[in-house]
């Protein structure tokens, strides 16, 4: 790659500092397939992330590094294309735990959209929220969603869990994403280019807060990024797509320039794995990070939205039976 710095839209980290990171990590991140513990007769643990440059590396990283060192396991963090991927891993057993954001995660329990069939998923905890974006510029005259008619937009990259976030909330809007826009598929990094080159108007981006291609739109010279607010259209969302969203806010001055806090649509990130996951390993796992969180919280600040109420609170896919007793013993019921 002949750039120093690689992206993901869910975050940016440099090639400096991915090394660091594998270092602190004692080198448990992988750039190859999968290896499952379900073909292996040691207690390996893979975890399905995302790309490099992502907040889904860093904390599955981070989260491979506590299994690794407490719960009695080998895990590595994998290389992946993110949620839709996880779930296919996941539900192939070839990997055993991945990261995964809520709807893709329910569309892929309940066999609907692009899961052809329900895979045999089970939620393990949940971690931290991705706030949905709707990125643009001062001067195009976008101040709600339904003023994306007519324009060229970005809705994230094919297959990817914001392209599934983006076309619901533009059908919210009532608009038809086939029709009414001008439709283009890239990634955040790519998108925030597009926006800064004057090639699309707007771009959806999905992922935690700071998002680093948004903070790049933000601060280049010479332009003025606004957030397009749109939690109104929660409920719609949610009367179709099931008790997946809900709404919350991006807070001023996060993004150079912002001037406004931005009511947003939110969804939750899942620490996901196949329902014959070892229930043993599923509760070591989890007590290993509950029980050394600051060490999570050290490797990106995303962790400080774990907490053991939080990981508890998911009600649309069922829980593994090993997190039911990790969470039981801390007095909260969680349906599996």
Not at 10 to 33: E, H, N, T, Y
Request: hydrophobic share 40%; net charge positive.
């Amino acid at each position: 790659m002949g750039s120093d710095r690689l992206f993901d839209g869910s975050g940016v980290i440099s090639k400096r500092d991915f090394l660091k990171l594998s270092a602190a990590l004692g080198g448990i991140v992988a750039l190859g397939g999968p290896v499952s513990v379900f073909a292996q007769s040691r207690k390996r643990v893979s975890i399905a992330t995302g790309g490099m440059g992502g907040v889904y590396f860093v904390i599955g990283g981070g989260i491979a590094s506590l299994l690794t060192k407490y719960a009695g396991v080998e895990a590595t963090a994998e290389v992946t294309a993110a949620s839709v991927d996880n779930c296919k891993l996941l539900g192939a057993k070839k990997s055993d735990m991945g990261l995964v954001i809520a709807d893709t995660g329910y569309d892929a329990y309940k066999g609907t959209a692009m899961f052809r069939k329900p895979l045999p998923l089970r939620v393990l905890t949940l971690v931290y929220p991705h706030m949905n974006h709707v990125v643009t510029l001062e001067g195009k005259g976008i101040k709600k969603v339904s003023d994306l008619k007519g324009r060229r937009v970005s809705t994230g990259a094919p297959g990817s869990g914001t392209e599934v976030i983006a076309l619901r909330i533009l059908e919210a809007a009532g608009l038809n994403p086939d029709k009414d826009i001008k439709k283009d598929r890239l990634g955040a990094s790519e998108s925030g280019g597009a926006l800064k080159d004057g090639k699309i108007d707007a771009y959806f981006w999905s992922g935690g807060v700071p998002t680093g291609s948004v903070l790049d739109v933000a601060a280049s010279p010479g332009i003025k990024m606004v957030l397009v607010p749109h939690a109104e259209l929660v409920d719609k969302m949610n009367a179709k797509y099931g008790p997946i969203y809900y709404k919350s806010v991006i807070p001023k001055k996060v993004y150079t320039g912002v001037e406004v806090d931005t009511p947003v649509s939110a969804v939750a990130n899942l620490l996901m794995c196949h329902q014959d996951l070892d229930e043993q390993v599923a509760y070591n796992s989890l007590k290993a990070v509950f029980d050394h969180l600051p060490e999570l919280v050290a490797i990106h600040k995303e962790a400080n939205h774990i907490t053991v109420k939080n990981g508890a609170s998911g009600t649309f896919v069922p829980y593994h039976k090993g997190a039911a007793k990790f969470f039981k013993e801390k007095g909260f019921n969680v349906p599996v």
